[in-house]
Antibody, heavy 120, light 107 residues
Framework: EVQLVESGGGLVQPGRSLKLSCAAS????????MAWVRQAPKKGLEWVAT????????YYPDSVKGRFTISRDNAKSSLYLQMNSLKSEDTATYYC?????????????WGQGVMVTVSS | DIRMTQSPASLSASLGETVNIECLAS??????LAWYQQKPGKSPQLLIY???SLQNGVPSRFSGSGSGTQYSLKINSLQSEDVATYFC?????????FGAGTKLELK
């Protein structure tokens, strides 16, 4: 069974940093592109970042480019999102998601999500 | 960015009824479209990909259709467990983008 479990969320002040983690199991992690997708409270979904199988290629929308960094450790079957210079508009539930193929693509499995609140 | 416009924003339907949700892309996305179901307090789940392919384990009462810029999700014989918000997503072009969602409730 595919499982994606996020951690690392919480309350953080504007301008500070936070790092999210996602532990994957139930599939060969190194064979899949992985992504982060977020959802602001009572809002829709926004893709945040994608990383290739080896980690050599990363993709971001303009809204987070230069502030967020996606990375992975295939030996640990783990995905990460380093978020710097956080803004109030980054407040959202962040989901770790699996992509069956290279970017752009759909997301076939999602984690339960982790809440990030950016507020002073 | 490709804009995805979903309609209606919300709808109310009775058990056993057939429901249609539409998604309009701002340009041709060549059937690179997925539909997701998000139940209250849960993460999204993939229902349909490539506009009309049913994800493993999804009930056959769900179906997708469309081409070009116009797509739809059909739910036959509505069940109580189908109460959720439904999102479309295009993945033809960077960045992949989602519709605003359609909230489905029981009448």
């Amino acid at each position: 069974e595919v499982q994606l479990v996020e951690s690392g969320g919480g309350l953080v002040q504007p301008g500070r940093s936070l790092k999210l983690s996602c532990a994957a199991s139930g599939f060969t992690f190194s064979n899949y592109y992985m992504a982060w997708v977020r959802q602001a409270p009572k809002k829709g979904l926004e893709w945040v970042a994608t990383i290739s199988t080896s980690g050599s290629r990363t993709y971001y929308p303009d809204s987070v480019k230069g502030r967020f960094t996606i990375s992975r450790d295939n030996a640990k079957s783990s995905l990460y999102l380093q978020m710097n210079s956080l803004k109030s508009e980054d407040t959202a539930t962040y989901y770790c998601a699996r992509q069956p193929r290279s970017f752009p693509y759909y997301f076939d499995y999602w984690g339960q999500g982790v809440m990030v609140t950016v507020s002073s | 960015d490709i804009r995805m416009t979903q309609s209606p924003a919300s709808l109310s339907a009775s058990l056993g009824e057939t429901v249609n949700i539409e998604c309009l892309a701002s340009e041709d996305i060549y059937s690179d479209l997925a539909w997701y179901q998000q139940k209250p307090g849960k993460s999204p789940q993939l229902l349909i990909y490539n506009a009309n392919s049913l994800q493993n384990g999804v009930p056959s009462r769900f179906s997708g259709s469309g081409s070009g810029t116009q797509y739809s999700l059909k739910i036959n014989s509505l069940q109580s467990e189908d109460v959720a918000t439904y999102f479309c997503q295009q993945y033809n072009n960077y960045p992949n983008t989602f519709g605003a969602g359609t909230k489905l409730e029981l009448k």
